[in-house]
């Protein structure tokens, strides 16, 4: 089966300007998730997604940071202005179900790197 | 009380040698702990898993150690092969709230 697919792999941008990324999760996977990764450390969830709905925004910076899963398929993130400190790897997975049994293993793509300059 | 904390931050094992990778938790909501291994430009992928029911599960050379009343565990990777130098991230989640949160990572270095 297909993995998770994201683009852009990179992205080169000025402080202040808008970012958009992309995210395919697995077909059939009803959980979508934002994480972000800054070097060095481990990938911290912004939001969560069950079909289109929001489960978990609670660390998303929504002053600059949106997201939106249209259909309950593929997802966009968003950022508006952009500031130095959001230079990171930007991780999309997807997961089964909300919450199974035993835990939903987290599929991830390959992520987004993000520079801000 | 949401942390996960791993150590060591960086290993470095000779091939046939064991890993040992670390990781404490605090929240005693967490009952679910998984270990994702990253390569570089790629994605964190789930290596093995396990619940707080038992005390030891073990996939192949991959073995996690779960102590309860220490809210503590670990990864063991026997007879490591170059193939596994990797960053291995920790996780934790509760029922009810599959939100992982990660530990810090560890990058692992096996040396021929």
């Known amino acids: 089966e297909a993995g998770v697919a994201q683009s852009p792999r990179y992205k080169i941008i000025e402080k202040r300007q808008s970012v958009a990324f992309w995210c395919n999760p697995i077909?059939?996977?009803?959980?979508l998730y934002w994480y972000q990764q800054i070097l060095g450390q481990g990938p911290k969830l912004l939001i969560q997604?069950?079909?289109?709905?929001?489960?978990?925004d609670s660390q998303l910076p929504k002053d600059r940071f949106s997201a939106e899963r249209l259909k309950g398929v593929d997802s966009t993130l968003k950022i508006q202005p952009a500031k130095l400190e959001d230079s990171a790897v930007y991780l999309c997975?997807?997961?089964?179900?909300?919450?199974?049994?035993?835990?939903?293993?987290?599929?991830f793509g390959p992520g987004t790197r993000l520079l801000v300059l | 009380q949401q942390q996960v904390k791993q150590s060591p931050q960086s290993l470095i094992v000779q091939k046939g040698g064991i890993s040992i990778i670390n990781c404490a938790y605090e929240?005693?909501?967490?009952?679910?702990f998984p270990w994702y291994q990253q390569f570089p430009g790629k994605g964190p992928a789930l290596l093995i898993a396990?619940?707080?029911?038992?005390s030891e599960k073990k996939e192949g050379r991959f073995t996690i150690s779960f102590n309860k009343s220490a809210k503590q565990f670990s990864l063991h990777i026997m007879d490591s092969q170059p193939g596994d130098s990797a960053t291995y991230f920790c996780?934790?989640?509760?029922?009810?709230?599959?939100?992982?949160?990660f530990g810090t990572g560890t990058r692992l270095t096996i040396i021929p």
């Open positions: 997975a997807s997961s089964l179900d909300h919450w199974s049994s035993a835990g939903e293993t987290q599929y």
């Open positions: 077909s059939g996977h009803a959980t």
């Open positions: 997604f069950q079909n289109n709905g929001v489960v978990d």
């Open positions: 929240n005693t909501a967490f009952d679910y």
């Open positions: 396990i619940r707080p029911d038992v």
């Open positions: 996780a934790a989640s509760s029922i009810g709230n599959e939100k992982l949160t």
